[in-house]
């Protein structure tokens, strides 16, 4: 169980370092180029092949852990994708087949396609890959907000997991829209916060100055917008809808839940009688009264299963282990009050450097801590959209499924050599592909403009 | 709504459609990348290989991407019987085409020898590892793999990574990797320089006849090799419930769906037609069409792995009864439904694009 979680975690901290980068630099490289274009400049080509290097490397990574969480749902979460995949594949589909595929080919077109197509056709590109990236964040938050809110779902006593009934309610299940909404502002921010790194890198060597100046003005404006309108919409959204919600708001400010504790005690002694009712079903008793009990007490199933952790045949569970499940079904508090705290102090962090880099660019001031400022705070984006990614996913322990399915019935039944193996070789090969990716965006860096078509093309056409 | 029995079958139809998409763009650039050491190319040739491919890669991850999400949407049990019973082979094949794309975009950014070569290798086996494991994963299917479902539908592997390396699936697996070979050569003839075109048609002709003798081996086991049939009555639109059918395993059960359908002995015999055909297209420089040919013994292939099996999606060889087929570990009728709907279209778009975007690099 807790290697398959850490193997996740893995994966999923690789995930949530580099989309929210892809996604906002999408947009980045949109804007610049219209910009660009719009103005009839033609000094903003270099630029957008900079960046667009840059994104190349950071999507070749996003597309890396994109694949690696297919792999994974399955490998490691093998109940789990059976249990709840009929509605979670859903925006899975959605994601890859409009977003993944939208922007892998886009990106073939805009990296590569400058000398082929005209300038209106590049921006066309450019504009399929931005569109694209915003997919696959949308696919991913609507797959995440229907782990956290399975709304249109309904379980079958026959099949034993969740079946789909309604489609528009998983894509317009209020969660994933409040989250993908918040989710993409935070990304605009990590992406200005990448960009005005960097252009301050070089105006402090007063270096590539073609490339720092615009870069500059344009990131510390797009941040500032981005991380206002990310506080402003703040997470409140993502905590309105179920009473789950409502206990993971409680842990992240500090508030005791002890109504919802005593809630959830009524309902895992509804999901044990949910649960006993679902195994006469199994015994192919299709009696009309059994069937309309299982009908009503469904919705508690998952109480029922949570048990299963201290006393497997679940029925005859004594208090003490009713005790521990009802606990247990409160996320825990602590993680949560603090990150939520990391969060909102990051992104207080990224506001004054996006205020500060915006000001410098108005007033057309260079000082030299203002630069570093704008450098050393790199981090600060990128651990405000972490520490939301880290309440989002870790707040929803018990739960790998609210109220639907507890995490820690949800793994493969993998032996622990397997398991340790496989986490071992995620563990190189993540490692080994930051470092990596590391290098090649060191390098790229260091280039700068001075070749500006990436390396492959300089041989020319085959 | 259209009926269950009718979703199932053209969702079916609709993964097989993928696996073929994923198999001609994918496949292209595994097959490229494990002939890389055969060549004797120079550095600039090298070059002019990878900057061919690179803009091409990222679109065929997402036809593997793709694939694996239908068959997530459409058979979510399925998806978690394989993925979890081969974990390893997938966790390999993973991290090779997490390479792939990166050595394309990044071989040339530096002139180091050792950088260059370290790449070479890389790319190399990011080639053959997933054209061999995807093979021999396909094997394994034949074979049925050791899976149980409990009654709560927990699911548990019971083999070992050792045991997927049998001689059957060895056999499919050197299969694979001599058509995905044959297929990338005949690329390779087509838009390479004078000296590479040469090498690379004395190559495709080899691998074009390696194939079409481990095809007919392959075929010729099938007919002892043990498949697996439904015993009790197949309810086509019933729940999705593994557990409650009855299955026999039998020599030669594989080729049940031939006898009832003869129609069908057109696929094998056509990839055998278009593999001799495309010998003869390579032998006198057609090169496009020796491609195309190739590009449809492919297709076909495929598709004879898929028919081979129907109604089977992963053949249990422990627990017989935990077996799944697309009747009854399929997604829900509103799933279905839906998938059909946007992944049909999403497909003819997808290739239409990638066929553009091949072009395009022409």
């Not at chain 1, 994974?72 to 979460?77: A, D, E, S």
């Not at chain 1, 005690?265 to 069937?291: H, K, W």
């Not at chain 1, 018990?398 to 949800?410: G, K, N, Y």
């Not at chain 2, 997402?62 to 399925?78: C, D, E, K, R, S």
Request: hydrophobic share 55%; glycine share 8%.
């Amino acid at each position: 169980m807790e290697l398959s979680r850490s193997q996740f975690a893995i994966n999923a901290v690789q995930h949530f370092l580099f989309v929210p980068l892809t996604v906002g630099l999408s947009f980045f490289l949109l804007v610049l180029e219209a910009w660009g274009l719009a103005g009839g400049r033609s000094d903003y080509q270099p630029l957008c092949r900079f960046w667009g290097k840059l994104f190349g490397l950071s999507f070749g990574l996003s597309l890396a852990s994109s694949l690696a969480m297919l792999f994974q749902f399955g490998g490691n979460w093998s109940y789990f994708a059976h249990y709840a995949g009929d509605a979670f594949a859903g925006p899975v589909v959605v994601g890859v087949l409009a977003g993944l595929f939208t922007a892998a080919n886009g990106l073939g077109w805009m990296l590569y396609g400058w000398d082929k197509l005209g300038k209106w056709y590049h921006l066309l590109s450019t504009c399929a890959v931005c569109l694209g990236c915003h997919l696959i964040l949308f696919g991913f938050s609507a797959a995440s907000g229907w782990m956290q809110y399975p709304v249109g779902a309904e379980f079958d006593p026959q099949a034993l997991r969740m079946e789909l009934v309604d489609w528009h309610a998983v894509l317009t299940n209020p969660v994933a829209l409040a989250k993908f909404a918040h989710s993409l502002l935070s990304a605009y921010a990590v992406a200005a916060g990448f960009v005005l790194a960097i252009s301050a890198y070089y105006r402090l060597r007063s270096a590539e100055t073609a490339l720092s100046e615009p870069s500059y003005c344009m990131s510390a404006g797009l941040g500032l917008l981005a991380i206002v309108a990310t506080l402003l919409l703040g997470d409140a959204g993502i905590y309105k809808q179920s009473s789950f919600q409502r206990s993971k708001l409680m842990a992240i400010n500090g508030l005791p839940a002890d109504d919802i504790l005593a809630q959830n005690r009524q309902r895992i002694d509804n999901g044990i009688q949910a649960y006993a009712m679902l195994q006469q079903l199994r015994d192919d008793n299709r009696q009309p009264e059994l069937l309309a009990g299982f009908a009503a007490a469904k919705p508690d199933l998952g109480y029922g299963l949570l048990l299963k952790r201290w006393h497997d045949t679940v029925v005859d569970a004594g208090p003490a282990q009713i005790d521990l499940a009802a606990q247990a079904s409160l996320p825990p508090a602590a993680p949560l009050y603090w990150g939520h705290k990391a969060m909102v102090l990051f992104g207080v962090l990224a506001l004054l450097t996006f205020l500060t880099a915006g000001l410098g660019a108005v007033t057309g001031r260079r000082q030299p801590w203002l630069l570093k400022s704008a450098m050393y705070a790199l981090p600060a984006t990128w651990l405000a959209s972490g520490s939301g990614w880290f309440i989002s996913e870790f707040g929803d322990q018990p739960w790998i499924v609210v109220d639907v399915l507890p995490t820690w019935l949800a793994v493969s039944a993998l032996g622990p050599s397997d398991l340790a193996l496989g986490l071992a070789v995620y563990g190189l090969a993540y490692s080994g592909l930051l470092s990596l990716a590391i290098l090649l965006a060191m390098q790229i860096v260091k280039q700068g403009t001075a070749e500006l078509a990436l390396p492959v093309e300089e041989s020319g056409d085959a | 709504m259209l009926d269950y029995e009718i979703l199932r079958l053209l969702c079916w139809g609709l993964l097989g459609l993928f696996a073929v998409g994923f198999a001609l763009t994918n496949g292209l650039e595994m097959g490229v990348t494990l002939l890389l050491p055969f060549l004797q190319l120079s550095e600039p040739q090298r070059r002019q290989i990878a900057a061919r491919l690179a803009p091409l890669s990222a679109g065929n991850q997402a036809w593997l991407a793709a694939a694996i999400a239908v068959l997530y949407a459409g058979w979510p049990t399925v998806y978690a019987v394989v993925f979890s019973s081969f974990q390893n082979l997938f966790l390999c094949v993973m991290l090779a085409a997490c390479i792939r794309p990166l050595g394309f975009y990044f071989r040339n950014s530096h002139d180091h020898r050792e950088w260059l070569s370290y790449w070479d290798k890389a790319l190399f086996v990011s080639g053959l590892l997933p054209a061999a494991l995807l093979g021999l994963l396909a094997g394994n299917m034949l074979k049925g793999f050791p899976f149980h479902l409990s009654s709560d539908m927990h699911i548990a592997f019971l083999g070992s990574l050792a045991g997927l390396f049998n001689p059957f699936s060895l056999l499919v697996a050197a299969c694979s990797v001599a058509l995905l070979a044959a297929y990338a050569a005949a690329y390779l003839q087509l838009h390479g320089g004078p000296d590479l075109r040469l090498r690379a048609k004395t190559l495709a002709q080899t691998a074009v006849i390696l194939f079409l003798v481990l095809f007919g081996l392959c075929g010729a086991w099938i007919t002892h090799l043990e498949g697996y049939h439904v015993t009790t009555e197949i309810v086509p639109d019933g729940a999705s419930n593994p557990l409650a059918k009855f299955v026999k395993r039998g020599d030669g059960l594989w080729l049940d769906n031939y006898e009832h359908e003869p129609a069908l002995w057109a696929l094998p015999c056509l990839v055998f037609l278009a593999g001799i055909g495309a010998w003869a297209l390579c032998k006198f420089d057609r090169a496009y069409w020796a491609m195309l040919a190739l590009a449809l013994a492919l297709a076909l292939a495929v598709l004879t792995l898929g028919v081979s099996m129907f109604p089977f999606l992963a053949p249990s060889n422990i627990s017989l009864n935990s077996s799944l087929t697309i009747w009854d570990a399929s997604a829900s009728r509103t799933a279905l439904h839906g998938l059909l709907s946007f992944a049909g279209p999403a497909w003819l778009v997808m290739a239409l694009a990638t066929r553009g975007l091949y072009r395009i690099q022409r």
